[in-house]
């Protein structure tokens, strides 16, 4: 079939949609588009899932590499001279020590166990963005003793009363407030609220935050030693390449990447996300390519008596065939074009009010593949659920088609 005939049959198939009803022209392309939005957005939504618990596991728990103590040992030692190593390293944008030790909190007539973790303020905020989340008061200092930072859901709200928390709180702790912290080793201390932050990450806002100068009076152990020492890398080194580097040139502690933590800690469930998100797309695949079936074969039997007379005239079978053809190919790109602005508005509504649960928060995450792939997909679909009926009926009999 040459060019011309190719040409013949796009025009009739622009006539054919001008002149058809457009009612079910537009109702076509809005079922392409939803199609196509259906197809993208759980898959997008498990990735945003999986997305926003690495961020914030990287940003407040073990940043891009995580060193630890090494077997059979609870803290690493010589921990000044370690991070001195360590900061000294190629890719090493900064390292940082915690030190994590619980504590039983008492605020009026609340009482309540929390972890207590000991950071280095200042060197914490080139790690982790917890500076920024302070919803009222301020964030610590290096030198700061007897003030804390508190996690609001751990502060609580005086509003609410206690059997009807969602979870466990102090009440309402305001900044300013004093806090009695009992570590249980005989360390007593009343600690004033110095500010208190919100960070969508559980593990985080039900924790309490002290400088590292006032763990070691709760506990000596603190003041040379670190329970672990996170790692933020340079931007264009990848984790592994610091990760070697460290155990290269003598950093005898273990050392272990997100990627290396997330694939134990979450690994089944990165992997049921990715099961779900194929199981998904095959069955938007199939639903997809079974209504746009459907919807096709109706208008092009509806046409059968117009396909008769445009045999009538002379007109070629193929030519016939790839009139019907050009309509859903026409009509599946502006499906396609109507479905990933729909994609696209979701996933900036989304990205400005996140879906928000107590433990992580997500949005829609997409990469330009994940659009071109689904696009492809859906417009295969489409010629598919096109050309079968129109093949089909093109092949009928002049008088079998007119007779319709």
Known sequence: MGKKELRVAFLLALRSLQRGSRSSVLLTILIIGMCFTNMIFL???FNGIGQSITKQVVDYEIG???VSPKSGERYISD???TLDLINGMPGVERATPHFSKGATLTYRKRVLGATVRAIRP????????LYTKMVAGSYLGDADTGEVIIGKPLAGDASVKEEDEFQASLGGVRVGDSITMDYGNGY?????????????WYQSDTAVYVSYTDMALADPRAADNAEYITVKIKPGYSEKFVKDELQQYGVSEKVQTTA???EKSMGRALQSFAIINMVSLIVGIIITTVVLFIVITI??????????ILKAIGVDKEVIMHNYGFQVVIMSVLGILFGLVLTLLMAAYLAAHPIVTPEWSATLYLTPWDLVQNSLILFAASLVAGYVPAYQVSREDIQSAMRA
Do not use: W
């Open 43 to 45: 898959p997008g939504l």
């Open 64 to 66: 891009n590499v995580l």
């Open 79 to 81: 921990m000044d001279a």
């Open 122 to 129: 200042n060197d914490e905020k080139l790690i982790s963005p």
């Open 188 to 200: 007593v201390k009343d600690y004033r609220v110095k500010g208190i932050f919100y960070t969508g």
């Open 260 to 262: 290396d933590l997330l």
């Open 299 to 308: 208008k092009t039997i509806n046409s059968r008596r117009q396909i008769g």
